[in-house]
Structures are given as C-alpha cells and as structure tokens.
C-alpha cells in the first residue's frame, strides 16, 4: 500500500511534503517522487527508486521553489519499481498527478488515449488518469470540471491528487474505496 501527500501553502512546500511522506513509510514502498508548481508556472519534478531519504536528497539538492506539490510512495502494481513508472506522473508537461490504487479499465483507456495522439513515459494505469484529465480540459473550463469528467470514465479503488500549471491555487483531491485525510 502506497501513500500520498498533497499541499497547498503560502510558503515552500517540498519540506511539509517529505515530513508526510516519511510519517507513511510504514504503509511499504519501492519508490517515491513530488512534483512543485514554481513561482515562474513550472512543474519541477523529482523520483528516486528507494527510500523517501535517497527523494529527500535529490530534493535537499534541486530545491524545488512552490507553495503547491503533490508527493507519493509507490507499491508497484502496473510496471516495475522504475524511475520512469514512479509517481507523479505528467501528462504535456500541464498536469501532474500521484495515485494510491488501481484503475481496472485502464488498459481500454490507454488505447484510446494513444489514438487521441498521447504518448505514454510508463505502464502504469496512473498514467492513463493524466492523460485522460488532460485531454477532458478540451471540454471544461477549469481542471475540477475535467477531473470529474476523467473520474466518470475510470473503474478501479482509487485516491488520487491532481495539480495544473494553469491554476497554481488549486489542488484536486479525489477517492474511490481507498482512505483520504484533508486538514487545515
Ligand atoms: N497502480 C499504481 C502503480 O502501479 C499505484 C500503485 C500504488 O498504489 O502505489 O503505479
């Protein structure tokens, strides 16, 4: 079982975000990444196969600037424990995304999508929502719109954290029979 931590702050994030990692090794892990949405509009975006120590070294270097992240440890269930399949997960450099679950469709989603002209960087299913959330913002305004159209199309047991380069206020979260904790 993996975990996922999200925040959004008037401050740097990338600290809050390891501490929430670490307080979640016990749940099992093979890898682990964040993505921070900088002052300048760009995702940063750091996985290390490993431990949460070899992330929060890669992070300690790189610094990454942001009062929104998204962060994860990953328990493979689609693909090795690979750099390229640890989470987040991107879809055109726009939205980043960190899954706890399994999308059970996400093989008919994929086909799809791959027909639609998106190329896919891993094989895992968390990919699939990336890309499937990027391709509803063609018919919604803003990303929760598109997020609630993605999530009407998925089966599986899912709680997922969604963040867009075009909206640096906003941070989606959303759950399908797994656990999920927001706080203030
Ligand atoms: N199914 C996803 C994957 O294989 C998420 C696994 C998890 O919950 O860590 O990447």
Redesign the pocket.
Known sequence: ???IVAAIAQRDVAKILIEGLKTLEYRG?DSAGMAVLSSEGAIQHIRRVGKVAALAEAVKQQAPKGGLGIA????????QPTEE???PHLSEDRIAIV?????ENHHDVRERLKQLGYQFQ?E???EVIAHLIHHELNHETDLLGAVRRALSQLQGAYAIAVIDKTEPNTLIVAREGSPLVIGL
């Not at 994860?72 to 693909?79: L, N, S, Y």
């Open positions: 079982m993996c975990g892990y994860h440890t990953r328990w493979a269930t689609h693909g399949n640890a989470h899954h706890n679950g399994i999308i891993s895992t299913d968390t």
